[in-house]
């Protein structure tokens, strides 16, 4: 019989955090697989776990997947966390578990706590519909483009970023969802955990680029809507078109943008 691929969320901050069954289960596994084996010590020599360790982070995933799988086949059982928060969340993982999915071996996932479902729910933002999006791309042209193909979701949406590209995120933001507010959660569930929320534009100006960092933004508002006379939301319309865009593309991308509805846009001949 084949052993026991555990998936164990392990605290992002407080050490608290973790579960009382993921305790037991990494204390009964016969490895740990972590993405970091330093930062694992430091939870673990907090529980007194003995368990032993191994690393499996993004450089070397390919590389111990095969000797990972034949110790589950052997009937030996694993424990596979990441640095903190919920392992394969924009973290390692996701070979190992595809493979022994393939190959018939367990897969149990131990619940606990995330970074981006902890900041969602603390936000104030709406929580019915969301998208999360992991981290955003580090380039400008490449994360601009990734805004403007979400921005027809009418629902919150949510990303890690770097603390040294939040400022330029938000002012992305501000500039293509000018009328959507926003949410930077940060240190969750650490010493100085903070939200700040607001427009994007006054957050890329007041906010400081330090710590573990969501990103939410939220469903249009109104009242963040920029008053633009007809003649300016015409001349955005004709540079989209000037651009290679379709008159019913151009109108959508404008009355999403600046928060018209289908009615207005099409009163303003879009």
């Known amino acids: 019989m084949p052993g026991i691929l555990y998936i164990v969320a ?3 901050g407080h050490l608290g955090d973790l579960t009382f ?3 037991r289960v990494l204390g009964e596994v016969n490895v740990i697989a972590c993405e970091d084996t330093r930062q694992t010590a430091k939870l673990l020599q907090h529980y007194a776990i003995q368990t032993p360790t191994t690393s ?4 070397n995933e390919r590389q111990k997947i095969d000797s990972l799988l034949e110790r589950l086949s052997a009937g030996e059982s694993i424990a596979l966390v990441s640095d903190a928060g919920t392992p394969l969340i924009s973290d390692p993982g996701f070979p190992l578990v595809r493979e022994a999915r393939l190959r018939g071996i367990p897969v149990v996932p131990l619940p606990g706590a995330s970074a981006f479902t902890s900041a969602l729910c603390a936000s104030g933002l709406p929580t019915d519909a969301f998208y999360f999006g992991g981290f955003l791309p580090a380039k400008t042209a490449a994360r601009r483009r990734a805004l403007e193909l979400l921005a027809p979701l009418e629902v919150t949406l949510v990303f890690y970023e770097a603390p040294h590209r939040i400022r330029e995120t938000l002012a992305d ?3 293509l969802l000018p009328h959507r507010p926003a949410v930077v959660a940060r240190e969750l569930t650490k010493l100085h955990e903070e939200f700040a929320s607001g427009a994007p534009a006054e957050l890329a100006k007041t906010i400081t680029e330090r710590g573990e960092i969501t990103l939410l933004i939220g ?3 109104p009242s963040l809507v920029p008053a633009l006379p007809a003649d300016e939301l015409k001349r955005h319309y004709q540079q989209l078109i000037a651009a290679g865009e379709s008159p019913s593309t151009a109108a959508k991308h404008i009355a999403q943008r600046f928060g018209l509805t289908k009615r207005e846009a099409y009163k303003l001949g879009l």
Do not use: F
């Open 10 to 12: 392990t605290p992002i």
């Open 56 to 59: 499996l982070h993004e450089h």
């Open 173 to 175: 933001v501000a500039e």
């Open 219 to 221: 469903k249009a508002d």
């Open 21 to 23: 069954r993921a305790a």
